[in-house]
């Protein structure tokens, strides 16, 4: 089974570059889709992306809401996912997730990881 | 985007007793392939959000048989046949047939009355 943890830090000043990674374990980081999604204390889910190892180039959908301030990316040799999010402001403040995602579906979730942006 | 829409949003329900979410989206989530992608997460509290069921019927592994998904086209529902203490958390039904994005409902607290 596939375990997901997410890492980075805690807090981020306004305009700044929020940068998060997703460890996996148990599995091979080339076989699956990745997902992030995040959510405000107290409030629902937004999904954020998804991402893909393909050879040669790499796979990416953004939700249209974040997409000019959203980049991913897979690190093979580290078995990571990496999300940064630039120009953040005080509405990006969450816990964010990372998830194996089936195209459909998300089926495994990580711990997620609480970021706070303020100065 | 699709917009999901969860009814109640609040639910206190007596030990062994039966729970009803509904679901609704406002377009079909019959894909072109013929499925319908449509799923129920569970988040206790403190914790990440578990899938609970995926392509409106089918539980994930972990789930209890008590746990039903059903619907068609735009309308959805989860139930819980008889409510058990672990049960209480907040759950969400997501759309995976017209990406990108995915969306999510607003979330159903489910606490014992």
């Known amino acids: 089974q596939v375990k997901l943890q997410e890492s980075g830090p805690g807090l981020v000043k306004p305009s700044e570059t929020l940068s998060l990674t997703c460890t996996v374990s148990?599995?091979?980081?080339?076989?699956?889709?990745w997902s992030w999604i995040r959510q405000p204390a107290g409030k629902g889910l937004e999904w954020i992306g998804r991402t893909h190892v393909r050879v040669g180039t790499g796979y990416t959908d953004y939700n249209p809401s974040l997409k000019s301030r959203v980049s991913m990316s897979v690190d093979t040799s580290k078995n990571q996912i990496s999300l940064k999010l630039n120009s953040v402001t005080a509405a990006d403040t969450a816990v964010y997730f990372c998830?194996?995602?089936?195209?459909?579906?998300?089926?495994?979730w990580g711990q997620g990881s609480t970021v706070t942006v303020s100065s | 985007d699709v917009v999901m829409t969860q009814s109640p949003l609040s639910l206190s329900v007596t030990l062994g007793q039966p729970a009803s979410i509904s679901c609704r989206s406002s377009q079909s989530l019959v894909h072109s392939d013929g499925n319908t992608y449509f799923n129920w997460f569970q988040q206790r509290p403190g914790q990440s959000p578990r899938r609970l069921i995926y392509?409106?019927?089918n539980r994930d592994s972990w789930v209890p048989d008590r746990f039903t998904g059903s619907g068609s086209g735009t309308d959805f529902t989860l139930k819980i046949s008889r409510v058990e203490a672990e049960d209480v958390g907040i759950y969400y039904c997501m759309q995976g047939t017209h990406w990108v994005p995915y969306t999510f409902g607003q979330g159903t607290k489910l606490e014992i009355k």
């Open positions: 148990g599995g091979s980081i080339s076989n699956y889709f």
């Open positions: 998830a194996t995602d089936t195209t459909t579906s998300l089926d495994v």
């Open positions: 392509k409106v019927s």
